[in-house]
């Protein structure tokens, strides 16, 4: 069958790669022609036109929109060029990627529409500042209604979600033949606000679990370094890095963030997707508050110290705890920094094998529900939909 993903697999980041990546890699892997509705919205990272400037009820919504703009300008003008297009040429080698931006519903709606339409991972579900819901992210799309339609692992990005977007989001979910989502707290969210009973799968990493593909095209580099990889906030990671950095004897290293606001953690490195993702594998520790930093360093089995968000943000390390409770790795989760525990975790080794163990039962959760869709969308096709014999 034809399968089209909607995520954000033209974002110029990590997570947001490797998991596009790997639930195409699966799809494919099960002999579907899977391929990316390649929509990229201007809301999402240059985001997108003011909201009724003169209006100062929405003076917050505006500034926001100004500020990413404006650093989507900056980086366009001044960014490490290599850098920028190492992520572009990952989308066209590795994701297939091709062809103009959708901008648009309209645009989306007027394309040729696939068998199946999948929407997942990734935080899709999560109200932005600037936008709000995306009906595009949960398939109401114009001339959809002939394809199967289903989310696989999507996030709301946190626990609860604003009860302003209840009714909307409900409304959205009503589309949706099956609903999967990547967190538990997912499950409930969607229950009081539309009724429907939605499904906790493992994220598209650990779905796939096997990066040696990709592992193959790193370019040489060093090893027994400690991998910093921190989003949103610097803290506790620099302090654990310091810690580890003294213990190990070892040099810290961190990706380029162009969204950091906080004194730069180690040596700054301007990695492709590939060599990101050496860089954990190659580590001889990965400190990070990022959930696919963490996944990616559980699928690699290399030691990992997970930090949670500070004060008010604490609220989006939920899917980072959900992962480290199905993996059996809830005490590798800081919650502030504590000389005496991280002194305890970089000492104690983690079974390996138990880890992989509980791994494989998420897989496996992952798969059937991915079969069940599949197997229904089969059983549905229309005549019209079948090829010719």
């Known amino acids: 069958?034809?399968?089209?993903?909607?995520?954000?697999h033209f974002a110029d980041s990590y997570g947001a790669l490797m998991q596009a990546y790997a639930l195409r890699a699966w799809l494919r892997g099960q002999g579907?022609?899977?391929?990316?509705?390649?929509?990229?919205?201007?809301?999402?990272?240059g985001g997108g036109?003011?909201?009724a400037p003169w209006d100062l009820r929405k003076w917050k919504k505006n500034a926001t929109i100004l500020y990413m703009r404006l650093t989507a300008l900056q980086r366009g003008l001044f960014g490490n060029r290599p850098y920028i297009e190492s992520f572009e040429q990952f989308r066209k080698d590795h994701l297939g990627v091709s062809g103009p931006a959708l901008e648009t519903l309209e645009d989306v709606a007027g394309g040729d529409l696939p068998d199946v339409l999948v929407c997942g991972s990734d935080q899709i579900w999560n109200p932005s500042a600037q936008r709000g819901l995306d009906p595009v992210y949960f398939?109401?799309?114009?001339?959809?209604e002939r394809c199967y339609r289903f989310s696989y692992a999507a996030s709301f990005g946190r626990a609860t979600l604003d009860p302003a977007f209840h009714a909307e989001a409900g409304e959205l979910l009503s589309s949706l033949d099956g609903i999967s989502v990547r967190e538990q707290s997912g499950i409930d969210i969607v229950g009081s606000i539309s009724g429907r009973i939605a499904v906790c799968v493992?994220?598209?990493?650990?779905?796939?679990?096997?990066?040696?593909?990709?592992?193959?095209?790193?370019?040489p580099g060093p090893s027994g370094h400690i991998f910093s990889y921190a989003l949103r906030a610097g803290e506790p990671v620099a302090a654990i890095c310091r810690q580890a950095a003294s213990r190990l004897e070892a040099e810290v290293v961190s990706p380029f963030n162009p969204a950091r606001r906080w004194p730069k953690i180690g040596k700054t490195i301007y990695p492709s997707p590939i060599d990101w993702l050496a860089?954990?594998?190659?580590?001889?520790?990965?400190?990070?508050?990022?959930?696919h930093g963490i996944a990616l360093?559980?699928?690699?089995?290399?030691?990992?110290?997970?930090?949670s968000l500070p004060g008010a943000k604490q609220g989006l390390s939920e899917r980072i705890r959900n992962l480290l409770i199905l993996a059996g790795l809830e005490d590798r989760l800081v919650t502030e920094y504590d000389e005496h525990r991280i002194d305890e975790l970089i000492q104690t080794p983690i079974n390996w094998l138990q880890t992989d163990q509980r791994l494989r039962a998420q897989r496996k959760d992952g798969e059937q529900f991915l079969q069940l869709q599949l197997a229904a969308a089969l059983r549905t096709r229309s005549p019209e939909q079948e090829p010719a014999s």
């Open 1 to 8: 069958m034809k399968i089209g993903i909607l995520t954000y």
């Open 32 to 45: 579907h022609d899977a391929q990316f509705v390649n929509y990229h919205p201007a809301y999402v990272e």
């Open 49 to 51: 036109p003011f909201d």
């Open 139 to 144: 398939l109401q799309i114009p001339g959809a």
């Open 202 to 219: 493992p994220d598209p990493t650990l779905l796939l679990g096997d990066f040696s593909g990709l592992l193959a095209h790193a370019a």
């Open 279 to 291: 860089g954990i594998d190659r580590s001889a520790l990965v400190v990070s508050n990022s959930f």
């Open 297 to 307: 360093s559980i699928i690699l089995q290399r030691p990992f110290i997970a930090a």
